[in-house]
């Protein structure tokens, strides 16, 4: 009897193993384009391609990671995660396989910053992280990208910028977008290593002053975007270093007074915003310097 019962249990076991192997669900994947795109309970697991097409669109397929090594040599130029997705789980492995990538959409995410994150990402150019509630930029976030030359960081929640948060950025970087986050305080020489920096977006804050130094090193910026923060006064030195800036955007803030000689070192502006402010009278000099602004 024990024999016959031994034997019975062992059936049910083999039996109940089996099914449960059955059930084990495969991985959805679908014709995306060119590409073979298989993912799994919200995690993309593998990417594969049948031919070459430079855009690769991965929207609306619920993800929230990416597995590391799911590209498999994709020559993709543009990859788009941007839309239906709520992607949090990414590691430098997740975006290997991507030797050409130029350009990287992750808006609408919840894409956590961390060291050398894009590392493997050697010839991208324009990297967008809008909306992502992001709001802190670790140091070496954007280490290993030689190749950036737009950087989109608006609209998440981002408190301050700090002396490291642009460590090991390309020097190349053409355009950086901070608008719409929550940032009150930019440490000096936060962006000094950005010496080819054209445009920089800041506008849109909580800044209520700026040290000087904050745009040490940004002597090829054009355009600087300073507008809709709560800035009470400006200063003859923040501005030293901004010996090419044509473009400067200080509208809507809270400025109440200039001192005579604040915009004599931008020899080179064409264009200053200052209303909507609380300014009440304009002295003599206030605009000293500036042959050149239309």
């Given at each position: 009897?024990?024999?016959?019962?031994?034997?019975?249990?062992?059936?049910?076991?083999?039996?109940?193993?089996?099914?449960?192997?059955?059930?084990?669900?495969?991985?959805?994947?679908?014709?995306?384009?060119?590409?073979?795109?298989?993912?799994?309970?919200?995690?993309?697991?593998?990417?594969?391609?049948?031919?070459?097409?430079?855009?690769?669109?991965?929207?609306?397929?619920?993800?929230?990671?990416?597995?590391?090594?799911?590209?498999?040599?994709?020559?993709?130029?543009?990859?788009?995660?941007?839309?239906?997705?709520?992607?949090?789980?990414?590691?430098?492995?997740?975006?290997?396989?991507?030797?050409?990538?130029?350009?990287?959409?992750?808006?609408?995410?919840?894409?956590?910053?961390?060291?050398?994150?894009?590392?493997?990402?050697?010839?991208?150019?324009?990297?967008?992280?809008?909306?992502?509630?992001?709001?802190?930029?670790?140091?070496?976030?954007?280490?290993?990208?030689?190749?950036?030359?737009?950087?989109?960081?608006?609209?998440?929640?981002?408190?301050?910028?700090?002396?490291?948060?642009?460590?090991?950025?390309?020097?190349?970087?053409?355009?950086?977008?901070?608008?719409?986050?929550?940032?009150?305080?930019?440490?000096?020489?936060?962006?000094?290593?950005?010496?080819?920096?054209?445009?920089?977006?800041?506008?849109?804050?909580?800044?209520?002053?700026?040290?000087?130094?904050?745009?040490?090193?940004?002597?090829?910026?054009?355009?600087?975007?300073?507008?809709?923060?709560?800035?009470?006064?400006?200063?003859?030195?923040?501005?030293?270093?901004?010996?090419?800036?044509?473009?400067?955007?200080?509208?809507?803030?809270?400025?109440?007074?200039?001192?005579?000689?604040?915009?004599?070192?931008?020899?080179?502006?064409?264009?200053?915003?200052?209303?909507?402010?609380?300014?009440?009278?304009?002295?003599v000099g206030t605009f000293a310097g500036l042959s050149n602004l239309e």
């Open positions: 009897m024990s024999r016959f019962l031994l034997f019975f249990s062992q059936v049910v076991i083999l039996f109940l193993s089996a099914r449960a192997s059955s059930e084990v669900k495969k991985p959805t994947c679908r014709d995306n384009d060119g590409y073979n795109v298989c993912h799994y309970k919200g995690g993309l697991v593998e990417v594969t391609q049948s031919r070459f097409e430079d855009r690769l669109d991965l929207s609306d397929l619920d993800l929230l990671a990416i597995r590391e090594d799911a590209f498999k040599n994709v020559s993709a130029t543009h990859l788009y995660l941007n839309q239906g997705n709520r992607i949090s789980v990414l590691k430098r492995e997740s975006f290997r396989g991507l030797p050409n990538l130029e350009r990287l959409h992750l808006d609408g995410n919840v894409v956590p910053l961390s060291g050398h994150l894009f590392a493997e990402l050697g010839h991208l150019q324009s990297l967008s992280l809008i909306f992502n509630k992001i709001d802190s930029i670790p140091k070496d976030s954007f280490a290993g990208l030689s190749s950036l030359m737009w950087l989109y960081l608006g609209h998440n929640d981002i408190e301050a910028i700090e002396a490291e948060s642009f460590s090991n950025v390309n020097p190349g970087l053409l355009y950086l977008w901070l608008n719409s986050n929550k940032i009150s305080r930019v440490a000096p020489g936060s962006f000094a290593g950005l010496t080819e920096l054209s445009r920089l977006h800041l506008d849109y804050n909580r800044l209520e002053e700026l040290p000087s130094g904050a745009f040490r090193g940004l002597n090829k910026l054009e355009d600087l975007y300073l507008n809709d923060n709560r800035i009470t006064s400006v200063s003859r030195s923040l501005f030293r270093d901004l010996v090419s800036l044509k473009r400067l955007y200080l509208q809507q803030n809270e400025i109440s007074a200039l001192e005579p000689g604040t915009f004599r070192e931008l020899s080179q502006l064409e264009l200053l915003r200052l209303d909507g402010n609380k300014l009440s009278h304009i002295v």
